[in-house]
């Protein structure tokens, strides 16, 4: 993994790029602590058009390595994932929560399944990619396999490929490390996210290296799987959120990248 490959999602920073000057001073702050990519996320498609991001990420130095877009247009609305892809610049987008699914009833997964495999196609044909992004609930096991393993062995790997989330595999009782194994060639993202737990027995979302995965076998699975961007994610933190965001870059700048 190479510093340039180290991205995070903005979805960390959401209460933050929540309007155009708040998006510019943001893109800042993430240039100054090192970053050379973001995956954009966590903001209304009205605040800031397409175009902008763009341009203020190229002012900043940053890369747009990837998005995430809501879920029901991703299935509904293919082409305008398409589009607004277009615009900002990047080839990447991930499902990012199964909004509206209910695992327990046996006609949401292969209804699932087969709307993700058709949006993937569309991007596809458009020279993009749709990924799959997990949490814990795509570990419910229906007929003895999870929903995940299922979501990749009943998709199109053409058409659907991966952006595994290390702490909800953690939490869902998985591998991250064998998760990424298992999809090599089909990673193209990975979501950095470290698990700690609260002194009351709660698990928490902590900075890279500051809770308990083993980030050195998960980034060697993921590099040999192919993947091409290594993106921070941590969805609460103790205080403000770049603070974390830094204290995850430099443990990775000083302890992973080769």
């Known amino acids: 993994m190479k510093i340039e490959q180290v991205a995070l999602i903005t ?18 702050k993430l240039a100054d602590i090192g970053f050379q990519a973001v995956q954009i996320s966590g ?25 995430h877009e809501p879920a029901p247009m991703i299935l509904a ?11 900002l610049g990047t080839k990447y987008t991930a499902y990012p929560f199964p909004t509206g699914y209910d695992f327990t ?3 949401a997964l292969p209804d699932l399944i087969a709307k993700l495999d058709n949006a993937g196609r569309v991007l596809r044909e458009a020279g993009q990619v749709l990924t799959y992004h997990n949490h814990a609930n795509e570990f419910l096991k229906v007929n ?12 199109d790997p053409q058409n659907v490929q ?11 009782g998985g591998c991250p490390a ?9 990673l193209p993202l990975l979501h950095m996210k470290d698990v700690g737990i609260h002194e009351v027995n709660k698990p928490i979302m902590h900075e890279i290296g ?10 060697a699975a993921a590099e040999a799987a192919g993947c091409q961007w290594y993106i921070i994610e941590q969805d609460v933190c103790p205080g403000d959120p770049f603070d974390s965001l830094k204290k995850s870059f430099d443990y990775i700048k000083e302890n992973l990248v080769d």
């Open 210 to 219: 500051y809770g308990n995965l083993d980030f050195k076998s998960i980034v």
């Open 77 to 87: 609305e293919p082409e305008k994932i398409v589009e607004r892809l277009n615009k």
């Open 105 to 107: 009833k046996p006609e």
């Open 43 to 67: 903001m209304a498609h009205d605040v800031v058009a397409e175009e902008e991001i763009a341009q203020v990420c190229a002012d900043n130095g940053l890369t747009i390595c990837a998005t």
């Open 144 to 155: 003895g396999k999870t929903v995940l393993r299922h979501i990749y062995d009943e998709t």
């Open 11 to 28: 979805y960390t920073i959401r209460d933050f790029i929540q309007t155009p000057d708040g998006f510019r001073e943001s893109m800042k």
């Open 162 to 172: 991966g952006e595994i989330d290390t702490y909800w595999v953690q939490l869902g």
């Open 178 to 186: 064998k998760w990424c194994e298992s999809l090599s060639g089909r």
